[in-house]
């Protein structure tokens, strides 16, 4: 029977890359010349540092351009509201990157695919979601319609079987 699996992932290296092009370009810039902007990462999770609150939206938006150009969805960011005072006058918001279809977001996939009244099945694995049906056309039909329903986070269709 064939089958697809449906996933989020991200590529951890292109992260680590970004966050380095990030630094690199904060430390060279006249407006941070003097300032302690910068960011850092332990593994899938990442802190911006900076000084005030208007070079901490600098520095995020300089490591959501480097995330998109090195291909990395931003929508994946799981970017803090609350802002934390460090030590004197410095500042540092978190942002994690998220991963994996989390379970609501996997059990509305299975749902709309039920409610889509194709021949297909979907079951949540984990933090995947598995798709089953008997013929080819009506995955790639359910692949067209998921990537359609659902575009508030970003999915890869991966491992498709015959």
Do not use: W, Y
Not at 151 to 160: E, S, V
Request: proline share 1%; glycine share 4%.
């Amino acid at each position: 029977m064939p089958s697809f699996d449906i996933v989020s992932e991200v590529d951890k290296t292109e992260v680590k890359n970004a966050v380095e092009q990030t630094n690199k370009e904060v430390s060279t810039r006249f407006d941070f010349k003097g300032s302690d902007a910068r960011v850092e990462q332990a593994d899938l999770a990442l802190t911006v540092h900076a000084d005030n609150e208007f070079q901490l939206n600098q520095v995020q938006d300089i490591l959501n351009a480097k995330l998109t150009k090195r291909g990395v969805d931003i929508k994946c960011l799981d970017i803090s509201d609350r802002i934390e005072k460090v030590s004197g006058n410095k500042i540092k918001r978190s942002c994690t990157v998220k991963t994996g279809v989390e379970v609501e977001l996997a059990k509305k996939i299975v749902k709309f695919i039920k409610d889509s009244k194709m021949k297909v099945q979907g079951s949540i694995q984990g933090d995947t979601v598995r798709v089953s049906g008997n013929k080819r056309d009506d995955l790639q039909t359910a692949i067209q319609l998921i990537r359609q329903h659902i575009t508030d986070f970003p999915l890869q269709f991966q491992n498709f079987r015959e």
